[in-house]
């Protein structure tokens, strides 16, 4: 299970989009930005530097959990998890992350 911390910006919408085209199971919780829960301890030690969207994977490589944040970074690792998205040649994978 993947739980995502998020809210409503373009750069939290990114994660929901990719959550639902990998086909992922999720559960959402949300950060209100507006109301600073982006600082409070809890928050801080799943994304140090107090920004949304951040996810926990309960099965991480290896079986283990996983915790990440920058959305980029959680693009490239739920393509990775579900095999899609990345393309097959190294071409396309870096002609996709660019
Ligand atoms: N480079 C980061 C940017 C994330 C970002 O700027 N998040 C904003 C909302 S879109 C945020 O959490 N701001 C709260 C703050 O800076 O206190 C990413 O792509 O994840």
Known sequence: MIDL????????????????????????HHIDIGKGDQFTPAFLKISPNN?????????????K???????????VYLASKVGKFLGDTDREKFTTLQ
Request: proline content about 6%; hydrophobic content about 35%; aromatic content about 6%.
């Open 51 to 63: 920004k949304i969207p951040a996810i926990i994977d309960s099965d991480g490589p290896d079986g």
């Open 65 to 75: 959990e996983m915790s990440l944040f920058e959305s980029g970074a959680i693009l």
């Open 5 to 28: 911390y998020s809210t409503a910006t373009p750069n939290g919408h990114k994660v929901h989009i990719m959550l639902e085209e990998c086909g992922l199971a999720y559960r959402s």
